[in-house]
């Protein structure tokens, strides 16, 4: 079936330098794709989000970069901190009813 | 304040009862959706409701149910149908009619003995 998969299950990075998390999807019409952070024992927060229409979005801190040629989603962080260190999840929106498909998640760890 | 709320946040039942989680938001939103999340996974998606009183089954519906008679309330029954019912259980709700952001509420670990 299709399903959204990250490439790599977790990331160590040292504080300060960028850190860049991958996506693949495998549906070529999906239309909208998100990005989650989920701290240990909580639910997921919102990150930043993109349409198909678009190949870049930037927010504070954060760039998401879509590459629907190779179906590829990435999540760039800049100057990572401490507090950023969780797992991330990138989704898929594959209809009009609104359900997302969740991709299995990385887990970003911050070196001080 | 807005959001989702789940409570409780931690609870332990045995094996055989059946077992409800509440879902609160005062978002306004149409949308409501419930996912489940074992140790080092994603989110599966368990019911999901884009309007009052009606409910779709996600990818992982048997046995649990659902009832959506409020829009702001979307209660998970985890019945005893379900062969593995420990996991951490997500509840979500979005704006639906095109808006695909869905916003999380805190979780509910649910342990079964």
């Known amino acids: 079936g299709e399903s959204v998969g990250l490439h790599l299950p977790t990331l160590s990075v040292q504080e300060g330098d960028n850190s860049i998390i991958n996506c693949a999807y495998s549906n070529s019409a999906s239309d909208y794709f998100i990005w989650y952070k989920q701290e240990s024992g909580k639910g997921p927060q919102f990150i930043i989000d993109i349409r198909s229409n678009m190949d870049k979005r930037q927010g504070q801190r954060v760039t998401v970069l879509l590459n629907k040629t190779v179906k590829h989603l990435s999540l760039q962080i800049a100057a990572t901190q401490p507090g950023d260190s969780a797992v991330y999840f990138c989704?898929?929106?594959?209809?009009?009813?609104?359900?997302?498909?969740f991709g299995q998640g990385t887990e970003l760890s911050v070196k001080p | 304040d807005g959001g989702i709320t789940q409570s409780p946040k931690y609870l332990f039942r045995k094996e055989g009862q059946n077992v409800t989680l509440s879902c609160e938001q005062n978002?306004?939103?149409?949308?409501m959706y419930w996912y489940r999340q074992d140790p080092g996974q994603g989110l599966r998606l368990i019911y999901y409701?884009?309007?009052?009183?009606?409910?779709q089954k996600g990818d992982i519906a048997e046995g649990y149910s659902v009832s959506r008679e409020k829009k702001e309330s979307f209660p998970l029954t985890v019945t005893s149908a379900q062969k593995n019912p420990t996991a951490f259980y997500l509840c979500?709700?979005?704006?639906?009619?095109?808006?695909?952001?869905?916003?999380f509420g805190p979780g509910t670990r649910l342990t079964v003995t």
């Open positions: 979500a709700s979005s704006m639906g009619r095109g808006s695909y952001e869905q916003y």
């Open positions: 989704a898929e929106n594959m209809d009009q009813g609104g359900k997302l498909i």
């Open positions: 978002l306004n939103h149409d949308a």
């Open positions: 409701s884009q309007i009052v009183n009606d409910f």
